[in-house]
């Protein structure tokens, strides 16, 4: 039994050989990422501070090749696919609460981080019709879903052409 992803590969084999390439991800991309990213925020599980980035250009020279050689790779390691729950309290007080009056937020490492923010550069840059408005803001929304992301990205790369896409979902 064939899987609907094998179909669409043989289907690329097939008139793959013409397609255009994505680019890869240069260093220059992914270290203007790690510029511009905001760690003054709490550590991931991986308790890496990228604060040490901005002071260490060395450092920041080798995290930054080896992000763009993960992205390239389409390698990106299970510690930074992982994060740390944290039940944040909505209301103002002390004391026990209950669930309503919980949002669990996910710290994720500052490397992962870095590499969405060279994603959504590259997003950015590429299809600005994707982020330029907030119809797709699905967080918080009752109604709302990854699901409804993710149909709207298939609909919107397969209804162009047949190329091999990937999606990177943080949940």
Do not use: W
């Not at 993960?70 to 209950?98: C, E, F």
């Not at 490397?111 to 994603?119: G, L, N, P, T």
């Not at 907030?134 to 298939?154: D, N, P, V």
Request: net charge neutral; aromatic share 6%; hydrophobic share 35%.
């Amino acid at each position: 039994m064939k899987l609907p992803t094998d179909i669409v590969d043989e289907e690329m084999k097939e008139e793959g050989d013409d397609l255009e390439q994505l680019p890869l991800f240069s260093t220059q991309e992914i270290d203007d990422a790690a510029k511009a990213s905001n760690f003054n925020k709490g550590l991931g599980p991986d308790c890496f501070d990228g604060n040490i980035l901005k002071d260490n250009e060395e450092l920041r020279k080798k995290v930054v090749f080896e992000i763009a050689d993960a992205l390239n790779s389409s390698r990106i390691p299970d510690y930074l696919r992982s994060g740390r729950l944290v039940p944040l309290q909505k209301t103002q007080g002390r004391g026990p609460v209950s669930l309503e009056d919980i949002r669990p937020i996910v710290v994720r490492s500052h490397i992962s981080k870095v590499m969405e923010k060279a994603i959504l550069q590259r997003i950015k840059d590429t299809a600005p019709h994707l982020v330029k408005t907030k119809m797709y803001q699905t967080g918080f929304k009752e109604g709302k879903s990854t699901a409804i992301h993710a149909s709207r990205l298939l609909h919107e790369v397969h209804g162009r052409n047949k190329r091999k896409f990937y999606m990177l979902i943080d949940l």
